[in-house]
């Protein structure tokens, strides 16, 4: 794990965090944010995952459910906040959307994911009184990511979740009104087109 400071002005840090192969990502970012003391701020990041486990919260078992992904996948998606636990450590609460070679998206809170190759992360520090997380008093179970109850009730808004996506050399086709979406994959690591049929390039219509 890498990281570098890019900013810095009235109380507001921004870091960036480049997580490499096989860096577990809810550890490292546990890791960075505990280190630098940042207790409340919002997190997005893409790249890519050679496994994830998603979580599900089952509201009648009152229990998150494993959703285990053992493929390559590309991040479209993470998004997420860090707000001061009970304890006064940093909580981290981090939701996902990933997608499979066929062009199918899953989504859920972040369990446990490998990163392969790369993550870039971005951590944007809320100048704000951090806010702190506490149970609902409901009687749920605590997240598995970040150790609270959930869902989670916060005193402070600390700033809105940016969320941010991309595509990969996404081309629109004005003929047909459609954009082609390359998947990388990733034991070529090329951007290969070919047919629709074989699941590495897509057509969406609008």
Not at 30 to 50: C, D, K, N, P
Not at 173 to 195: G, I, K, M, Q
Request: glycine share 8%.
């Amino acid at each position: 794990m890498q990281n570098k400071l890019l900013h810095n002005s009235n109380g507001q840090r921004t870091f960036a965090v480049i997580l490499e192969t096989g860096e577990e990502v809810s550890t490292c970012l546990q890791e960075f944010v505990t280190r630098e003391r940042v207790l409340a701020a919002q997190i997005t990041a893409i790249g890519a995952l050679s496994d994830v486990v998603l979580l599900y919260f089952d509201w009648d078992k009152k229990a998150y459910l494993k959703i285990p992904v053992r493929e390559q996948v590309e991040v479209a998606s993470l998004v997420g906040d860090v707000a001061e636990a009970p304890s006064g450590e940093p909580a981290l609460h981090l939701h996902l959307v990933v997608g499979k070679r066929d062009g199918a998206a899953m989504a859920g809170h972040l369990g446990e994911a490998h990163v392969r190759p790369t993550l870039e992360v971005i951590v944007t520090e809320s100048p704000h009184a951090p806010a702190q997380v506490q149970g609902s008093g409901n009687g749920l179970g605590p997240h598995p990511a970040c150790g609270v109850n959930a869902p989670e009730i916060r005193e402070h808004r600390i700033g809105t979740i940016l969320a941010r996506t991309y595509i990969h050399l996404a081309r629109l086709t004005p003929s047909s009104r459609s954009v082609e979406l390359p998947y990388c994959l990733w034991d070529n690591t090329t951007f290969p087109a070919r047919t629709p049929r074989d699941g590495s390039r897509l057509a969406i219509a609008p």
